[in-house]
């Protein structure tokens, strides 16, 4: 008997015509580590709600979803409460009460359970979770790492048979994910805990799946063991997703099982190409116009209150016309803040923000937001104000006072730009979260500014998005545009940055290139780099190791 059985099962939201999920069937048993992986909008999430009755959106549903032999409709709420645990993907969203002790306790405490009995396994909770130091700490003050792990013991604290989780680590720095997945991995060796996991970044937990569920376009296409399935989506953009070492292996033909880890992929590029003659990527350099940075920070101190301490000190950066600039750093060290200083949505008690050589407080607020500068923030709900993403558009336009036929021609070209046509009728609040980034970067390029705050861009978007994403990036930037972005995706910073800078601990502590950037971290640098380095000079990204791999390769048959 399965311990997880889908039978059958479609989905179709009102007033859609189009399912959402078409016929999946699979079983799950229990004690497996489960990843589904898919592009942005095939439905992943919609599938974890289903069995998760409180969560599972309105709609037509056909099919059945047996839990434990008995039909997820058919369970009563205190099973389907307390053996069901679901983890979503923004840390904020889940968090109940003000305090990290009350938030372990409140879910027992709604199931009735004995004040001494709540006590023994929130004290047994935190300890293994390592709580302990900021058991007592606001909700509110903790790190988006911390947020997250305490979304996780709260749902733990109940033990749970079966753990769903929707892109955990969409909001995690590199470092804070991998800690989060480990914890997961434990959880379910240790404890047989049965796990269902949607996850766009598949560096780390890929090699912890038992299995991976591929889906596209609401069609379960693939459901195997990891290797096998890195062999099946060789052809399939789903590839993109893929570990380094599982991407790179897929370009070429070798009779070596496919390596899934960064130690098996050194293996792999030790065995098929040994660089004898010191290939290495060859490195342009980028003149910038450093005597007139469009947009700068100076000596800048800030702190969200008198009683609170500073989140930046000190901190001063350059930005210049035409590049595209990423900044990189941990949960907490600042980036975010930095973002609205430069926005003029926060002001420091000390230094200056910089714009086009004028103080940014001297703008007025029309001809600073029109034309000049504009903010994408992290969670792009903040910036949805009507029922459908066509009427999203129309407050921008209106706003910018464009002729019809102008709008009408912004607006096509944005929606062909960011291929959204599909969805311009629905809420933004029934769009996956890949969707919902897409459209609120719509209307971001709708007001036309000169300069482009972007805050973790890629959050919740599949790799072949990310891809798309990149190009319109890459178009803005021949324009004449600046980018300014704040991101945890080092793969993609990597590959599409002109310069990364590291916030430490409230100020900028490394600002260089790609290359000099990664090749100099040892810790705090891609997978590509982790995988190459002392085998191939200057590989910084998947695409650099296949090259250098095929250089080799015409070198060996000369």
């Excluded at 709604?110 to 935190?126: M, Q, T, Y």
């Excluded at 680590?169 to 991995?185: E, H, K, V």
């Excluded at 609401?218 to 063991?225: C, E, M, P, Q, S």
Aim: hydrophobic share 40%; charged share 25%; glycine share 6%.
């Amino acid at each position: 008997m399965a311990f997880i059985d889908i039978k059958n099962l479609s989905f179709t939201y009102p007033n859609e015509d189009k399912k959402v999920l078409d016929n999946i069937s699979l079983k799950i048993d229990e004690g497996e580590f489960i990843v589904v992986c898919g592009s942005t909008g095939c439905g992943k999430s919609t599938l974890l709600k289903q069995l998760k009755v409180d969560l599972s959106p309105h709609g037509v549903k056909t099919g059945d979803i047996f839990y434990k032999n008995t039909s997820i409709d058919s369970l009563d709420k205190r099973t389907a409460a307390s053996e069901i645990g679901y983890v979503l993907q923004n840390p904020e969203a889940q968090i109940v009460t003000d305090k990290v002790w009350h938030e372990l306790a409140f879910g027992l405490e709604n199931l009735g359970v004995p004040s001494s009995v709540i006590r023994l396994k929130v004290a047994e909770i935190a300890s293994f979770f390592g709580i302990e130091e900021w058991f007592r700490q606001k909700t509110a003050d903790l790190s988006g790492g911390q947020k997250q792990l305490l979304n996780l013991a709260s749902i733990m604290v109940m033990n749970p048979k079966l753990l769903i989780l929707d892109e955990p680590t969409s909001q995690l720095d590199p470092i804070a994910a991998a800690d989060f997945i480990s914890t997961l991995a434990k959880l379910n060796k240790e404890l047989s805990l049965t796990i269902l996991l949607v996850e766009h970044r598949l560096e780390e937990v890929f090699t912890h799946a038992d299995k991976v569920a591929v889906l596209d376009e609401g069609k379960l296409i693939a459901f195997d063991k990891p290797r096998n399935i890195s062999k099946f989506i060789k052809n399939h953009p789903v590839l993109y997703s893929m570990p380094t070492p599982v991407r790179v292996y897929n370009k070429f033909s070798t009779d070596d099982d496919c390596p899934l880890t960064i130690r098996e992929g050194r293996s792999w590029l030790l065995k098929n190409f040994p660089n004898k003659k010191n290939l290495s990527i060859s490195i342009e350099s980028k003149t910038l116009e450093e005597d007139n940075p469009v947009l700068e920070m100076k000596d800048i101190y800030f702190r969200y209150d008198k009683t609170l301490p500073d989140v930046l000190t000190g901190t001063s950066l350059k930005v210049y016309r035409g590049e595209i600039f990423c900044i990189l750093g941990g949960n907490g060290s600042g980036k975010t803040t930095a973002l609205t200083l430069l926005s003029r949505i926060n002001k420091p008690y000390r230094g200056k923000v910089i714009l086009n050589g004028k103080n940014i407080d001297k703008y007025k607020s029309k001809e600073l937001y029109h034309n000049n500068i504009a903010l994408l923030p992290q969670d792009p709900q903040t910036t949805f104000v009507t029922d459908s993403v066509e009427k999203e558009f129309k407050e921008i336009i209106k706003t910018m006072n464009y002729s019809k036929l102008e709008a009408e021609v912004k607006v096509d070209k944005i929606i062909d730009r960011l291929n959204i046509k599909t969805i311009i009728k629905k809420h933004p609040y029934d769009l996956s979260g890949g969707e919902q980034q897409k459209v609120a970067l719509a209307k971001i390029l709708l007001l036309e500014p000169e300069i482009i705050l972007l805050d973790e861009p890629t959050k919740g978007i599949d790799a072949y998005s990310k891809i798309e994403l990149a190009n319109i990036l890459k178009e803005l930037k021949d324009e004449g545009k600046t980018i300014l972005m704040v991101s945890h995706d080092i793969e993609f910073a990597a590959e599409y940055s002109d310069r990364c800078a590291l916030f430490f601990d409230g100020e900028v502590v490394s600002v260089g290139d790609p290359y000099s950037f990664f090749n100099g971290n040892n810790f705090y640098t891609t997978a590509a780099n982790k995988m190459s380095r002392n085998i191939f000079k200057n590989a910084i990204t998947s695409e650099d190791v296949i090259e250098l791999c095929k250089k080799i390769q015409i070198e060996n048959t000369n």
